[in-house]
């Protein structure tokens, strides 16, 4: 079943492109930073993370990318596929010495073959 | 598969009724995170458990509980439900208290 509402904003790429999906975080003081992947009727899956102290980091077709002057953290998939195609929620973490996650609304990439 | 067992999957039950929600964490993990995903709220954290003791709490209501066994394994109790507690329920679990988290499949809560 659907796991999420029905008015996210939806990003719709063509198999093969780059993907850039955005999210804008609310807390200054936060140190660090998640990017999930919720397939239907799945629970969210870690894709990759951040520290506060970096302003990018790659992992194998995704790159986390962090602007911390204006609180913007965003996430490149390279070479879209169609399984690929899920909602994507950023999350960062409030709580010190333990993880307090607050999720954003999420992003629908849809990708079409 | 993350490692992480829900159940039940599915749960259709009345207003005003109680209901528990059983999470199994991987093998040696001892935090647990309880999330809540609803359509007009998205995904909130409600609780963190970390070796049987409370570590954090979310935007959980006076009317939800939970609780970490020895074991670590963990419960989510709901009672007097509202229609507006439908949604899913994740647990997701980690190793410490600050390491990368996995979630289960989820709960679906039908609230009728």
């Known amino acids: 079943g659907e796991s999420v509402g029905l008015h996210l904003p939806t990003l719709s790429v063509q198999e093969g492109d780059n993907s850039i999906i955005n999210c804008a975080y609310s807390?200054?003081?936060?140190?660090?930073f998640i990017w999930y992947k919720q397939e239907s009727g799945k629970g969210p899956q870690f894709i990759i993370d951040i520290r506060s102290n970096m302003d990018k980091r790659q992992g194998q077709r995704v790159t986390v990318l962090l602007n911390k002057t204006v609180k913007h953290l965003s996430l490149q998939i390279a070479a879209t596929q169609p399984g690929d195609s899920a909602v994507y929620f950023c999350a960062e973490n409030m709580g010190t010495g333990f993880q307090k996650l607050v999720f954003g609304t999420g992003t629908r990439l849809l990708v079409s073959p | 598969d993350s490692g992480v067992t829900q159940t039940p999957k599915h749960l259709i039950t009345a207003t005003g009724q109680r209901v528990t929600l059983r999470c199994s964490p991987r093998s040696g993990d001892l935090s647990v995170y309880w999330y809540q995903q609803s359509l007009d709220q998205g995904l909130q954290f409600l609780i963190h458990?970390?070796?049987?003791?409370?570590?954090a709490k979310g935007n959980i209501l006076e009317r939800f509980s939970a609780q970490q066994f020895p074991d670590l394994h963990s419960e989510l109790n709901l009672s007097s439900l509202e229609l507006g507690d439908s949604a899913l329920y994740f647990c997701?679990?980690?190793?410490?208290?600050?390491?990368?988290?996995?979630f289960g499949p989820g709960t679906r809560l039908t609230v009728t």
């Open positions: 997701a679990s980690s190793s410490g208290a600050e390491d990368e988290q996995y």
């Open positions: 807390n200054s003081a936060s140190d660090y």
């Open positions: 458990y970390y070796n049987g003791e409370e570590r």
